[in-house]
């Protein structure tokens, strides 16, 4: 059974920094893609960070360029995603994402269906 477990939510003032791991079961993260995704109350969901841990592929959205970094252990079969000077705008749920490589093609999961959720991560940052 695939399991995706996520830590390291929290209540944070802006400016501070946080870390979300994604912690995978049954599955070997060097064989999938592996994203971040977030969702704000009434937005859409927003495609994070990715990474393909096979090759150190890198995927970030413009709005988080330069303050977080995505990161993955082979050892714990863990991702991570760092997060510095956090926003009140970074608020949301954090979902760590999943899909199989041969499916996405590419460093983000496609959200189609083919992919293995996380239980979600609430972020909270207060100016």
């Known amino acids: 059974e695939v399991q995706l477990v996520e830590s390291g939510g929290g209540l944070v003032q802006a400016g501070e920094s946080l870390r979300l791991s994604c912690a995978a079961s049954?599955?070997?993260?060097?064989?999938?893609?592996i994203g971040w995704f977030r969702q704000a109350p009434g937005k859409n969901r927003e495609e994070v960070s990715c990474i393909s841990s096979s090759d150190g592929t890198t995927y970030y959205a413009d709005s988080v360029k330069g303050r977080f970094t995505i990161s993955s252990d082979k050892a714990s079969n863990t991702v991570y995603l760092q997060m510095i000077g956090l926003k009140p705008e970074d608020t949301a749920d954090y979902y760590c994402?999943?899909?199989?490589?041969?499916?996405?093609?590419?460093?983000?999961?496609?959200?189609?269906?083919?992919?293995?959720w996380g239980q979600g991560s609430k972020i909270t940052v207060f100016s």
């Open positions: 049954g599955l070997i993260i060097d064989d999938y893609a």
């Open positions: 994402i999943a899909e199989a490589m041969k499916l996405a093609g590419g460093p983000c999961p496609n959200l189609d269906g083919n992919d293995y």
